[in-house]
C-alpha cells in the first residue's frame, strides 16, 4: 500500500520539511505539524514474500523496489510516496529523529567540510564535484543496556625510604574486590546490510532529546529502508561498544596502587530495552579523478565522515618542511653548544 499525502489546500504531493519541522506543500507553501496530521490507520502486517511492486496513485507509473525500502519517489513523476505496509507490526519503527538539515544547507556543510582537508587534492578541496545527494533514513536499534562486573585483584602499594646508606623497599598487599552495576541508555548500531557499520559509528552522537514517536509523514521527500538485521543478531556488536567503557570504568575504581594485578574479571551485559530507530542521514556521492567517492553526514548536525583522497605532493611537501625544520632546530642547537651539525 502507497501513502502519499496530498495538500488540503491545492491537492499537491506535501513532504517532510526539515527547516521547519513540518509536513509542507511545495506549491502553496502550506505547512501542518506531524503530530497532529490525519495519518491512514493500517494494521496488516507485511508479508516478507509479497510483492514489491506499486503504483504510483498521481501519475499510475509502476514502482518497484528493493524489499528493504519504505519510503522512496516515483521515477516519473517525482511524487514521494512511503509503503505503508512496510512499516506496521514487526517492522513498525519505534523512533524516529527527523532531519533538521535540509538538502541546501548539507550541500553547503559539504563544501565547507571539503576545504578542510590540507592533505587532499586541490581539486577535491572546491568541493563542486558533487554527483548525488540522497536524504535517507537508516535503521538503527537502540539499546537499553544493564552492565555488572564482578571483580578480584591484587593490587600493592610499594614505598621506598633510606636509612643511613641503606634504600628500604616495602611493599603492601591488598585483596581487592569490586561488584558494580551500570547502565547505558540508547547504545546505537546501524541494521542496514547496505550501509558501512564503521561509517555509520562515526556519524554519532546524535541528540536523543530530539526522539520522536514515529509517524510516516517524517519519511515523505526522503528514502527510508527497513532493518535487515534483528536487535537480537546485532546484540554482540553492541557489546562490543559497551564492554571496553566498563573496563574502563573498573580501573577507576582501583586507584593510588603501585601495580594492580587482576584474578578475576567478569562482565556482564544485558538489555534491558530496545528501540527500533530511524537516523537521518545524507549520503554524498563525490566525483573526482574517474572514481567514485562515498561520504555520510549526520543530517540531524551535519558531521560529515568518510575517507577523502590524499594527494602524494601534498604529503610529500608537509614532509619537507617537517624536516627541513627539524634540521634547523638540531643546526641551532649545536651552534648554541658550540658543535657543527653537517
Known amino acids: 500500500m502507497i501513502v502519499q499525502y496530498k495538500?488540503?489546500?491545492?491537492g499537491s504531493d506535501m513532504a517532510f520539511d526539515a527547516e521547519s519541522g513540518h509536513l509542507s506543500c511545495p506549491n502553496c507553501g502550506r505547512q501542518d505539524e506531524i503530530e497532529s496530521f490525519p495519518e491512514e490507520n493500517i494494521l496488516r502486517k507485511l508479508d516478507p514474500e509479497e510483492a514489491k511492486e506499486y503504483h504510483c496513485e498521481n501519475c499510475g507509473a509502476v514502482i518497484v523496489t528493493e524489499s528493504e525500502t519504505t519510503a522512496t519517489h516515483c521515477s516519473f513523476c517525482g511524487a514521494p510516496v512511503v509503503l505503508a505496509d512496510r512499516l506496521t507490526g514487526d517492522l513498525a519503527p519505534a523512533k524516529v529523529i527527523p532531519f533538521t538539515i535540509s538538502r541546501e544547507e548539507a550541500e553547503a556543510a559539504f563544501r565547507k567540510w571539503t576545504k578542510n582537508g590540507r592533505l587532499t587534492p586541490t581539486g577535491f578541496m572546491s568541493g563542486n564535484r558533487i554527483k548525488k545527494m540522497t536524504g535517507m533514513y537508516v535503521p538503527f536499534w537502540l539499546y537499553d543496556i544493564d552492565g555488572t562486573a564482578d571483580v578480584a585483584a591484587i593490587a600493592t602499594r610499594v614505598r621506598s625510604y633510606t636509612t643511613g646508606?641503606?634504600?628500604?623497599?616495602?611493599?603492601?598487599?591488598?585483596?581487592?574486590?569490586?561488584?558494580?552495576d551500570l547502565s547505558y541508555l540508547k547504545v546505537p548500531a546501524d541494521a542496514s546490510e547496505k550501509m558501512d557499520d564503521e561509517l555509520m559509528d562515526k556519524l554519532e552522537p546524535y541528540d536523543y532529546t530530539e526522539l520522536k514517536d514515529f509517524r510516516m509523514p517524517y519519511l515523505a521527500g526522503y528514502l527510508a529502508e527497513k532493518y535487515d538485521f534483528d536487535d537480537e543478531s546485532l546484540f554482540s556488536r553492541v557489546e562490543s561498544k559497551i564492554v571496553p567503557y566498563i573496563d574502563s570504568y573498573i580501573g577507576t575504581t582501583i586507584s593510588g596502587y603501585s601495580t594492580v594485578s587482576y584474578k578475576n574479571k567478569q562482565i556482564h551485559t544485558n538489555k534491558s530495552r530496545v528501540y527500533y530507530t530511524l537516523f537521518p542521514v545524507?549520503?554524498?556521492?563525490?566525483?573526482f579523478e574517474n572514481k567514485e567517492h562515498t561520504f555520510a553526514m549526520n543530517g540531524q548536525t551535519g558531521k560529515v565522515v568518510g575517507k577523502p583522497p590524499i594527494s602524494g605532493m601534498k604529503v610529500f611537501a608537509w614532509f619537507a618542511v617537517i624536516a627541513g625544520a627539524?634540521?634547523?632546530?638540531?643546526?641551532g642547537i649545536a651552534y648554541a653548544m658550540g658543535g657543527v651539525l653537517w
Open 326 to 331: 627539524t634540521f634547523a632546530v638540531l643546526k
Open 165 to 180: 646508606d641503606t634504600i628500604y623497599t616495602e611493599t603492601d598487599f591488598y585483596d581487592v574486590y569490586r561488584e558494580i
Open 7 to 10: 495538500c488540503p489546500n491545492c
Open 282 to 287: 545524507w549520503m554524498v556521492y563525490y566525483d
